[in-house]
Every structure is written in structure tokens, then in C-alpha cells.
């Protein structure tokens, strides 16, 4: 019998669209107790997390120590936050960050500003709720940096990775956080211009490959495809000097490709609109340009991608926070959105089951949430394969799914089918992926008829793209 797993299905789409002015709920406040609440710089720290089932969490810190506040209705409302760490002694953790995997584990790390009890000023502590974060774990302790560093994290299904904005650490778990991290040395393998990073990031595609993207100011992409235990480095291209400061990063896995984003802030000879598109598969390196911003504000900048080509560029300006959204991967932006005039740090993310932009924003010691709608096209699955794991070579299903959203459709727009190799890869230019098409000319629900190929091999890791 052979299997096809129903873990994910994510959707490919390229298409055009027209300006959609989408509507922004009105402001709901997020953070219900303490004072002094903080979500750190905005290219410091993720704040948003949403699961598969479009629950919103929100990370922050204040006077009542970290805390993580939940949202079941798409950020209507939020339930009463959860404490995560307590602010005792007056320590103070200034820039937790917040994750969450596919099996709704939810996961928050940050940095130990003074010492305290059993932990030390610079100790990088990680909790993790396996309840839906109804409720924490008691911090364990990563490794040990110094107190004025900032982190980022990743997490896909069994793995986590963090790492510092020096980049020369990478700490990682495979066992869903459980147990202890081990550490990789950037540093023991690689030549890092003056020895450390100045910022950087870190993510895990869809099949598992993790990447760190870091500046000293000059960009290094890393990448692994065993779980953190090794890296090599993706040598960018064109060969030439690329400098950025205070930098923020997204990825996006697209019909044309892996990309990372980039762009940063003022130092130096940056004005403050410089930026990239890396396509991590090849290294071909891409200038594209960013809002311009000044000195007072060279880390309010924060990006988010998504596989349909949007990509959002959030700022702090004379304007207060702001953004700009582009349907083509930055060569062009579409719309502009001021969020709050006198907010001082946002986060940006989006929920997958209604394509809704989340901003998440701090003003004068409160955390705040705005829901964008219609900004975003939405592909959805509505009825997945009963038994996935059951399903054998030949068998047939309906797989129905909908399209929403501000979409102008070209001439005969073809929507495509895809099954993944054995090993959960796809290979958009191999024609036996491809197992169904349809043109489509208008948003609203529709069905392929799936038959699972004879020819393929026993597995549990099948995947399906439209």
C-alpha cells in the first residue's frame, strides 16, 4: 500500500492584482496587565505566531514579566494573557520572540537582562506551552550571550532553531523543543568579516532546510539540509560588496522560486531604502528598493513574504508606523497603509486561513492589534483527504478548495496540481509532478479530481501544491 500524507498543503499561484484598499478592523488592545509593556525593536523580534488554525498569539513583556496573550476569532478579541516568566527581582527580558510548529506547539525565547536566581545576565531561556498556550513550561536555559543581544527563532514540525543577532551561534532542538539544544559554530567553519555578525535571521522552508541570512554589514547565507548538525554557504551573486544595517529579513518559497528579502536602515554610506531579492536555490542577488527611512528610526523596519509574490515592507517614518505592500516580489508597490501615527514598534504576519494581515504595535506602554483584510489573495483547501495515510497508488478523491480575495485574472490563468517525490520535494519543472490543471477565471470554489499515480513509492511524506 502506498501513503500520501495530508501534512500540508500549501498553495502556488501567481496572478495579477488590482489596488484593493482593504479594510482594517478597528484597534484592539492586546495587553491586559502591568505597565511599561514592550515588544522590542521592530527588526528584532517576531511577536506573531499563528497556527494552522488561524489562533493569533502575541508575545510581550513588561512590568508583569512575559507574556502571551491568544486570539481564537482572527484578533477580534484576545483571552487574558498567560504568564510565561515572572519579572521577580527586577529583571527584565525586553525582546521575547514567539514561534509556533505545525503540531500547535508554541514556543517563546528571549535574553536575561541582569542576574537573577539561577540564571545570568546574557542567558538565552526558551519555554514552550504543548496545550495551545494555555499554560508555560519553566524556562530552561539555551547557551549563555551577552544581556544586549537580540534573538530570532525558527520552528518546523520536530525542529528549533535560534540564534543571536551575532550569528556566529546556531542552537538547535529536534525534539520539539524537549530536551537540550546542541550548539553549531558558524564561526569554526566559515570566515566571518571581523568575527561576528551584526544581524541576522534564521528560517526553515517547507522541506526542512534551514537558513541563516546574516550582515557584518555584508551579507552571508548560510544553509543546512540536516537539521542544523552542518551548513554550507550559498555564495552570492553577482561577486560584489552588498552593506546593510540594522537589517530584516522574510522568506518565500514561490511558482519562481526560494527567495529572501532584505533591507535595513541609515549608517554610513546607506541612505536607508537599500535592498535584496536572494534567490537562496542559485545566490543571484537582486537590488530592489525600500521605503526610505531616517536615522531616528533605522530599526523600525520589519518585512514579511508570502508565496503568492506579496511582499510587505513596515516602517517607522515622520508618519508614524506605516507600510507598503508590492503583488510582484518589490518591483512595484501597490498600496500604502498608515497604521498608527504615534506607535514606536509593530510586528507583521498573516493568518493563513483568512490571508488577513496582522499588526501587532506598541504606543506608550500598551500592545495593540490591527487586522487588515482584503489585502491578501487566499487559496484554501475546504475539504482535506479523509485518510492520508491510507490512500494508495491509484485512488481517486475530490480535493475542493476556495479562491478569495482581489484577484485580476489574466488570459486563461491555469491552476495546477502538484504531488511531491517520496521525500516531500517538489520540482514545479518535472512534468510527473504535475497531476491535474484547470483554468479558472473568477474567485469561488472549486474541485480537482486527484488520482494518485501507479508509479509512486511507499511514503508517508507526500505533499500536494495547487
Known sequence: MKSLSHKIFSVLLYVILFNSYGIAQVEVQISDVGSNNSIGKANSSRNTAVNSNGDIYVVFSGSEGIRVAKST????????????????????FPKPEIAVNEFGDVFVVWITTNNSGTFSAGDILFSKSNNGGNSFSAPVSVARTVASATLHMAARENTVVIRDNFGRFIYYNNTRG??????YDIAANFVIPGGLFTSSDVFIDTSGIIYLIADAPELRLYRSTDNAQTFSEINLLPIGNREIFFSSYA????????????????????????GYRINIETGITTPINFQLITTANRQSRTLYADEYGTLIDGFIDAGGIQMNVSYDQGITY?????IDPTAVSHSIDTNPTTGDITIVYERAGQIYMKVYKGFIRNIRVTSPIANPLLTCQGDTFNLNYTVSGPFVFPSNPEFALYLSDANGNFDLTDP?????SQIITSTGNYSFNVQIPNTILTSSNYQLKI
Open 178 to 183: 524537549d530536551g537540550s539544544f546542541s550548539t
Open 334 to 338: 501597490d498600496e500604502f497603509i498608515s
Open 73 to 92: 476569532d482572527n484578533g477580534g478579541s484576545f483571552n487574558s494573557s498567560v504568564q510565561v516568566v515572572s519579572n521577580a527581582a527586577g529583571i527584565s
Open 432 to 436: 510527473t509532478q504535475k497531476i491535474n
Open 251 to 274: 522568506l518565500t518559497e514561490s511558482p519562481s522560486g526560494k527567495f529572501i528579502f532584505v533591507s535595513g536602515g541609515p549608517n554610513g554610506s546607506n541612505i536607508g531604502d537599500e
